[in-house]
């Protein structure tokens, strides 16, 4: 036996508990048994002494019998004395004269009543040093007799510790052989299991390698077997959770969560397996890239978790709509794509693709607590033509083609063309130059007026809108529409906005010294300016710069720019208001407008859009927009500006219903500042 199996059975609590059971029950058990036995002993012992004092007297009483003198039996029994134990004898006849007398014999005499054959046990002394005993003899006498048993105690407690030592013997020789049975068969396969199920439970993906080696036809063998079979269940639903897992990611990384339609990466690998197939006769790949305008604006006004769910439905109605053999992805968030693979190249078959997608998909929504809702869904197109298709250059051909259609309102989808990859070019060394046209004063602001409509007479100048201008060397004019997005991308928007600022409160304070007097000034805020932390600040900055009254400045912005972030822009509303600022909602009409958060903001006016202007009285849906934001401004209780005012027959139709500004070129362009001061300043001051 080794060390470590001796001291694995010493700290064995089970083997310890059975052997000490096993301990104790032997030494009960023993001592049941010793103290009768030894009983058995000592009157055993007794016996014999008596035994041999009857031997030893017999003589004596023998020679009586054959006539010998009472003197003879008298010596007989003083030589008895002393020999064989015998303290004292006592003897009498029938008639129960005394006889011989020799050595202790106090007391002796009672004993001649009791007399029994052979002496019996005789009577003991209180103190066991003494025993006395009587029998009839043959002769016809009695015969009493004082044995010595001083040596009994002893001889009782030798032979009690003989047997106590070897019961002690006994029970360490079963109690070393239990604890080594235990230990081989019950606590080394308990120690193994044990071993087992930790090493099991620590590392369950391996539990197959900590399987016990049965070798054993009992019940524990059959223990091992059922833990084994246990650890083998284990590794097989360990090993079924991990492929499922990794089919999980593998799932994962190859869809979209949201909607479980496959991902870009996806979307690329399969454009790439369409280019490894063998070239067919002049076979075409079409990349439909499929968004949904407004989406943001969606996100904002319904929550994120009523999008989600307009995004799962509308992956399905794209899924449905497509054709079977299309490969539909979802890239993320507003962004889908339509792989369509056709024998030829004609536009025809995939405009009416497109056309079928926006009809299958933009309308009927119905979402709990939203009502039904429409999406505007727009598709930038893009062919692989005669080149093999190539998965990232289609998406960003399509990327391009989109973005047009954003330009080119009304439509729906958009091919991608070669000019658009030179727009996007041009776009880009144009964003190269904006960086330094204001250094280098290519920018500045022009005004239009904006005139009040007061009832009966004729329009009076009420304000004007600051509009900025870039004169480029080379170009000549760029359209604002053009290069403020690209100020805004390359993070110029912040500088160019305080110029304008600045220069609106400049012309005020300039009016304000030399005419005592001058209308208020709007200057345009972008999305982005909109959102910066800084902006009431800035503004304060500005005014404070031209010593100009708060509310001598107004800001526009548009109603796509507010409905982005409905609780900021209500927050940031709030810091303007408090400023004293005014605040009108540019282009109202065109974008997601409620009325709900309209209550919420703190707007001082509203625009109608110029499209809408442009149509009154020859689209009867013009009419009727303007008459409700007309209506929706009254109710309100804001002012309402219409924009774009080009025609008497508009004018008549905005004075009808109560408009409260007008703008346009109906009255005026927009003019640098020097001639709106001499045109519209002066003018009027002088009057
Ligand atoms: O009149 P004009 O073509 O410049 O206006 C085109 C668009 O450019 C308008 O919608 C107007 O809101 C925007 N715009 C003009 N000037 C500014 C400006 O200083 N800042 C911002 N953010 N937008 C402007
Ligand atoms: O910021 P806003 O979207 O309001 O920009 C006004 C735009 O409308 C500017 O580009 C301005 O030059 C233009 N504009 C203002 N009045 C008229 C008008 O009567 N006719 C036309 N065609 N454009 C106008
Ligand atoms: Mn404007």
């Not at 055993?44 to 009586?64: D, K, N, W, Y």
């Not at 006849?93 to 014999?105: C, I, S, V």
């Not at 001083?150 to 106590?164: H, K, N, S």
């Not at 606590?187 to 071993?195: A, D, G, H, S, V």
């Amino acid at each position: 036996m080794r060390v470590g199996n001796v001291r694995s059975l010493f700290s064995c609590r089970l083997c310890w508990r059975i052997a000490l059971t096993v301990f104790g029950l032997i030494l009960a058990v023993e001592s049941v048994i010793l103290v009768p036995s030894a009983r058995r002993f000592e009157s055993g012992l007794l016996q014999r002494l008596a035994h041999e004092a009857v031997i030893a007297i017999e003589p004596t009483l023998a020679a009586s019998a054959y006539g010998a003198q009472a003197q003879a039996l008298e010596a007989g029994v003083r030589n008895a004395v002393g020999k064989y134990g015998i303290l004292g004898v006592l003897i009498v006849d029938a008639g129960n004269r005394h006889m011989a007398e020799a050595g202790d014999t106090e007391g002796l005499a009672r004993q001649l009543l009791d007399a029994a054959p052979m002496g019996g046990a005789g009577t003991r002394h209180p103190d066991g040093a003494r025993t006395d005993l009587a029998w009839p003899s043959a002769e016809g006498l009695t015969v009493a007799v004082r044995v010595d048993t001083g040596g009994v105690a002893g001889e009782v407690f030798a032979y009690t510790l003989r047997i106590a030592g070897l019961v002690a013997i006994i029970v360490l020789v079963v109690t070393a052989g239990t604890m080594l049975v235990l230990h081989r068969s019950v606590l080394r396969p308990m120690l193994r299991l044990r071993q087992s199920a930790l090493g099991a439970g620590a590392d369950p993906d391996r539990a197959e390698d900590f399987l016990v080696p049965a070798r054993r036809r009992d019940e524990l063998g059959e223990l091992i077997d059922a833990h084994n079979a246990l650890l083998g269940r284990i590794a097989e639903s360990k090993r079924r959770d991990r492929e499922a897992a990794e089919d999980r990611a593998r799932f994962l990384t190859r869809h979209q969560p949201l909607t479980g339609l496959p991902n870009r990466e996806a979307l690329i690998e399969h454009v790439r397996r369409l280019a490894a197939q063998p070239a067919g006769t002049g076979r075409c790949v079409s990349l439909l890239l499929v968004n949904l305008a407004q989406f943001r604006v969606l996100n904002a006004s319904f929550g994120a978790q009523r999008c989600d769910e307009l995004l799962r439905r509308f992956a399905e109605r794209l899924r449905r709509a497509a054709p079977a053999r299309d490969f539909v992805a979802h890239l993320g968030a507003d962004r889908f794509t339509v792989v369509h693979e056709a024998a030829q190249c004609g536009a025809g078959d995939v405009a009416g693709l497109a056309e079928t997608l926006v009809r299958e998909t933009a309308t009927g929504y119905v979402l709990d607590g939203a009502g039904e809702i429409s999406l505007v869904v727009r598709i930038g197109i893009s062919r692989s033509e005669a080149r093999s298709p190539d998965g990232p250059a289609l998406l960003n051909e399509a990327g391009l083609a989109l973005a047009r259609i954003a330009e080119a309102d009304g439509a729906r989808y958009s091919f991608y063309s070669p000019e658009l990859a030179e727009q996007a070019q041009a776009r880009q060394s144009l964003a190269r130059d904006l960086e330094g046209a204001l250094a280098r004063g290519e920018l500045f602001p022009v005004l239009q007026p904006k005139m009040a409509l007061a009832a009966g007479g004729a329009p009076r100048l009420s304000g004007a809108e600051a509009l900025l201008r870039w004169k480029h060397p080379v170009r000549g004019f760029v359209r604002p529409d053009l290069f403020i997005p690209l100020a805004e991308s390359s993070g110029l928007i912040g500088s160019i906005g305080e110029f304008m600022l600045r220069a609106a409160c400049g012309a005020m304070r300039g009016w304000e010294d030399r005419y005592g007097w001058a209308p208020r000034i709007a200057v345009n805020l972008s999305a982005q300016q909109f959102t910066d932390a800084r902006l009431a600040a800035g503004i304060a900055a500005a005014l404070e710069a031209g010593r100009v009254p708060a509310r001598q400045l107004e800001v526009e912005i548009t109603e796509t720019a507010a409905m982005k972030d409905v609780a900021k822009t209500a927050r940031t509303l709030g810091e303007l208001s408090a400023l004293g600022v005014r605040v009108s909602i540019d282009d109202f009409g065109t974008g997601y407008s409620s009325l709900n958060y309209l209550r919420r903001f703190a707007v001082d006016a509203i625009k109608i859009d110029k499209s809408f202007v442009d149509d009154i009285g020859q689209d009867a849906n013009a009419d009727a927009v303007c008459d409700a934001i007309l209506r929706l401004g009254q109710s309100l209780g804001t002012r309402v500006i219409a924009e774009g005012v080009e025609t008497e027959r508009q004018l008549a139709f905005l004075r009808q219903r109560h408009c409260d500004e007008v703008q346009g070129y109906l009255f005026g362009k927009p003019v640098p500042l020097e001639e709106f001061e001499t045109t519209w300043v002066a003018a009027r001051a002088a009057a």
